[in-house]
């Protein structure tokens, strides 16, 4: 798969069922991430990868409302990092664009393994910690939910709009409203509908 048809088949489905995410799997998203750009090649991005039966079991006290979904996870990765580990140039705080830039490079190693690999922020950062026993200081950003797509569109977990979710990608924004060539534009100034 080329890395066009990864971005194109990569989807923030919800409708998953089980695969077993072996330790080369994991070596392979890890990998993914760790070869990423990062300011002065700082490479903020920390993970846990959960993905014991037990640990997996407690993970689900940290999921939100709505998310019910990722119950079907057979593997959660929680993605963190510390402003202090990346450049920070006067307002500019680079560690969330690094770590963003690293677990993209992996979602998209995901896509191409055949997985589906899901970032989300409804979550609690509080549980999270202590159920990972991630120290203070750490901005846990984000959970991501690993599984394979379920060939139905609803695997029993997912209400109705996410299950209208499954049959198409959500719809994105006009081109001319997030690009513009040689000085901007005021069309850039859009926020999304939804
Ligand atoms: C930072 C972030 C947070 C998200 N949070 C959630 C979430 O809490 N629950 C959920 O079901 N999807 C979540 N998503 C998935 C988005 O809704 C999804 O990526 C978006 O609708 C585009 O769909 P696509 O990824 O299939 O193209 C999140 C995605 C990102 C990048």
């Known amino acids: 798969m080329d890395v066009k048809e990864a971005i194109e088949k990569r989807r923030a489905y919800r409708s998953l069922e ?12 890890v990998e993914a991430a760790r070869l990423a750009p990062s300011c002065f090649n700082n490479q903020p991005w920390k993970f846990v990868f959960v993905r ?3 640990a997996l079991e407690k993970m689900k006290e940290a999921l939100n409302k709505g998310n019910e979904w990722a119950r079907a996870a057979s593997c959660i990765i929680a993605v963190f990092a510390k402003k202090e580990y990346d450049c920070v140039i006067k ?17 998209l ?4 393994l055949g997985l589906v690999a899901h970032p989300i922020a409804g979550y609690s950062p509080e549980k999270t910690a ?3 026993g991630i120290p203070e200081g750490f901005n846990i950003i984000t959970l991501v939910i690993v599984g394979k797509k379920s060939p139905k569109d609803n695997n029993g977990l ?15 924004m006009a081109r ?7 000085r901007y534009d005021d069309r850039l100034d859009t926020k999304a509908e939804h």
């Open 91 to 107: 307002e500019r705080e680079y560690y969330l664009l690094g770590t963003g830039l690293g677990l993209g490079q992996m979602l």
């Open 18 to 29: 089980p695969v077993e995410i072996t330790g080369e799997i994991v070596m392979e998203l």
């Open 52 to 54: 014991s039966k037990e």
């Open 176 to 182: 001319e409203n997030i690009y513009s060539v040689d």
């Open 158 to 172: 997912l209400n109705e709009k996410q299950e209208e979710g499954e049959k198409q990608r959500p719809e994105r």
């Open 109 to 112: 190693r995901a896509t191409e």
């Open 130 to 132: 202590e159920i990972l």
